[in-house]
């Protein structure tokens, strides 16, 4: 499969805004689902948002109420809504594919293992 692929990243002052893109191949089929992933520098990559197949999200306490996934009728394009950016947001963010099984349970705490893209730079800085 191929992997998924990301755009949309830059840079924004404190309490600006960027919208993230993903395309993933429709050949992962029904039973996977998407989410968003960001490593910053030093730190390990963790779970930003992720969107089952119904629509169901799940959100990392730091980003809720800021941030916001969604996804397109095909459910193979993901986007990331991200508002009033922090100081402690920028990194590299990472759009995945996932089991939806897993994602059901796990929700940002899932490990998509190898299906990550090669992700895009968010900066945040006066």
């Known amino acids: 499969q191929v992997s998924p692929v990301e755009s949309g990243g830059g840079s924004v002052q404190p309490g600006g805004s960027l919208r993230l893109s993903c395309a993933a191949s429709?050949?992962?089929?029904?039973?996977?689902?998407m989410g968003w992933f960001r490593q910053a520098p030093g730190k390990e990559r963790e779970g930003v948002a992720t969107?089952?197949?119904?629509?169901?999200?799940d959100y990392a306490d730091v980003v809720k109420g800021r941030f916001t996934i969604s996804q397109d009728e095909s459910k193979f394009n993901a986007y990331l809504q991200m508002n009033d950016l922090k100081p402690a947001d920028p990194g590299t963010y990472y759009c995945?594919?996932?089991?939806?099984?897993?994602?059901?349970?796990?929700?940002?705490?899932?490990?998509?293992?190898?299906?990550y893209g090669r992700g895009t730079q968010v900066t945040v800085s006066s």
């Open positions: 429709a050949d992962y089929g029904e039973l996977w689902c």
């Open positions: 969107i089952l197949r119904d629509g169901t999200t």
């Open positions: 995945a594919v996932a089991a939806c099984s897993g994602m059901q349970v796990l929700g940002v705490k899932i490990l998509p293992g190898g299906n």
